[in-house]
């Protein structure tokens, strides 16, 4: 852990100081119960953002674990004579098994399907405990020793109890913010497939925050029924559970762990104290304020009062967060002069024979076949619709070819995984950027350098390399939210790199780029190229390409048009054809 | 009569329940659909707006003299229909001074779509709602009374050689009559209007609409207004054979959201399918089970259809990536 952690950490701990030293004046037990419950809600946003901030997977369903670990805790007291204390952890075990449980079957799912799929778990389990015949279980009342059963008179106790596991939860979602594990979890909310292109088995991360996450929101629901006393499957299973560790969470922000901190702290007293001074006479009155509340903060500040908060504060040191205005591409059709031939290296890295792929009755990619030596450059152009991403796809194993076989370095590679091609030394960027704006332009990029760095400390030094390399250093430490479009297309080329990759495939880099920026990322890549690195890439446009590329492969309705240099592939009449029809040709 | 003519008796007559209280199902699902199908907004309050609808029609009911110009039997229906336009401005006004902040254009630049915010802001909807209607209305249960509800036809559908008795209750009848009237007709308005292009046009890609001159936020709107009523106009055929209290909504949030799910996500028909389906799945999961565990049948069967067919029964464009 660097400085920047253990100070974030500072504050954290002086604020819980200050919090244990006003609870200990606090003698009204029904305040002291408050105090527990923000803590305890305070841990169960925690947990949730774990799994849902940093992977960007909404769970609607997290009570399922909160209300294990309560039932867990009171029935194995009612049943066994089992303490809390040893329930507490034995939860957090049932839990992080639940976890794996529901999470392998669910994570097929994306979007909106894996969130509302999420919602079903808990009711149901609702249902079945009102089956079992468990309408409402309370904890029997010891009193021969309490202590060893958890069982204070002093309600304080309870709050230094949640306390000390808040404090462990705190620690622990810094530690994963700062780790492999935390970065991984940052790639896949960024973009799933990008992040497998990384090298990053994502399935196994997933699996590893959800049983992390449960675990802890079990330990929280032991806890809570500890301290609550009696519950019934629609207090701890009921929708208002799942919603409320949203609630918290989002309230301060997702994606940070002071947002579930701020959440709670703000919303649980609020809603208890109405409930008590106002819930004899007005009936609801708690929910209503409490809703008119995040209402009014979600219009102000959809992202949550942490994000606000900060970037209102980065905003004001001039630090801008504005998103990048898109700059508007040169309509140039002139060519430029192509750059001289060289002489190839004849080493082939990438062979790629006979690739079709159909879906139904759509032939995107026919028969397409290349060879690609060592160290060249070769550009893959044609018309949008042409075929182009779904070959990059076919390579690198997002598809699966219907036919069709890829060598890299002599061996076939086809119908391999994402990550296996990244580890085999095929990196990729995408059309579409997905910078993770939040992020410095250095994690961007070290993200990528998982696949092969051991340790973080080489991470950073891959990341430090890649970033020299297409000419980021000096802006390594800026958010990537604040970029301009050369930027980041120039840090996903980063990212790229920082996968080690000794072959390259490029979609659209240059696109969106305004004609001096083209010429900029160019060079770039010229530079990439002369370090020995192979590079594959696509675009539409052809001028900005004739200086870089060494070949060209023109592909259009899926198929291999022409091969060969820039100088003869410009003067193609097929080409011509291709890009304007047919018309232009005889002006050509 | 033997055991199979018992067993042939009660399965036919979990049919009929199942399809009549299907279809209402089915019409709470096609203004979830308007909203979070084909608008793409997730809107928890779905289930409370229905809430409301309940209670608009009670008080339609018992209000304006409907009740005693029409009749207890057909002045339900009347009070459904007479809540409906209020149900539509409602929906148009929570939609321009709230959700509107947080959807369409908006939605750029934001985490997950602006999803999260969606799902909080109508959180807070909702417990606004659910409370401020318990203040309002009391937390006691109510329902409309009509005595079609405890009335029903009785068919011996194989006459004399086979006596299997089944059972029409009356106003689960006209109920599902009215809500498939209803989805037909915003069938018709969605294909066959200027409107209802519009509104598929702003649902299928907001951006290229705008460039079309559609108003991306009003059509929006008018979706979110109409899923509103729709929802809220089922809400209140229910309450005429269903006691209500302001909590209700959450029951039905989830069945809305399952059905949409089964129907196919985007698909208006498909919601209804979906809607239908859980009403059977709901009935004839009691030849099996306890009642409790009925609501569970539900989730299990959701879950199954969400892993093996994602994108819904009749649905097509699983995701758009």
Redesign the interface.
Known sequence: MNMAVLKSIRVFFALALAYMVLASFVTNSYYQLIMTLVLIWAIFGLSWNIFSGYT?L?SFGHASFFGIGAFATVLAQIFWGLSPWLMFFISGGIGALAGVLIGF??F??????F???M???P??LM??F??LGFPEVSIPRVTDNPAAYMQFSDGRIYTLIAMVFLCAVVVLSRAIEASRFGMALIAIKQNEAAAEAAGIDTLRWKLKAIALSGGIAAMAGSLYAVVILVITPQSVFG?LVS?QA??VT??GG??TLWGPIIGSAFLIPIAEILHAELGNF???????V??????VL??AA??GMFWKVRDWLRSGRGETLA?SAEETPTATVTPLPARETRDLNPEIVLDVRNMSKNFGGLKAVQDVSFKVNKGMILGIIGPNGAGKTTLFNLLNGFQLPSEGEVYVDGVNMARRKPHELCHAGVGRTFQIMRPFTRMSVRDNVKVGSYVTAKDEAEAEAIADNALRQVGLSHIAHQLAGGLSTKDLRLMELARALAGRPHILLLDETLAGLGKEEAVEVVAVIRRLSASGVTVVIIEHTMHAMVQLVDRFLVLDHGQVVTEGLPQDVTRDARVIEAYLGKKWVANA | MSDFQILIESILQLLITGVLVGALYGMMCVGLAMIFGIMRVINFAQGDFMMLGMYATYFAFGAFGIQAFFGAELGAYVAVIAAAPAMLLFGWIIHRLMIRRVTGTRTAGMEADGHYAQLILTLGIALILQNGAMILFGADLISIRTPLSSEAWAIEPFGESMPVLLFFNKSRVLTALFSAAAIIALWMLIQRTFLGKSLRAAADNAEAATYMGINVDKAHRIAFAIGTAVTAMAGGLLATNYPFSPFVGLEYVIIMYAGVVLGGIGSIIGAFWGGMLIGLIQQFSTLALPTQLQNATIFVCFLLVVMLRPQGLFGRNVERT
């Open positions: 960007g909404v079957p669910t097929k799912l994306r979007g909106h399907y969130a509302l799929s919602l079903a778990y009711l149901a249902y079945v009102q089956w929708m919603a949203l609630t989002m309230f997702a994606g007005l009936p609801g009155i708690q929910g209503v409490y809703g008119i509340a995040i209402v979600i219009t959809p992202e998103a």
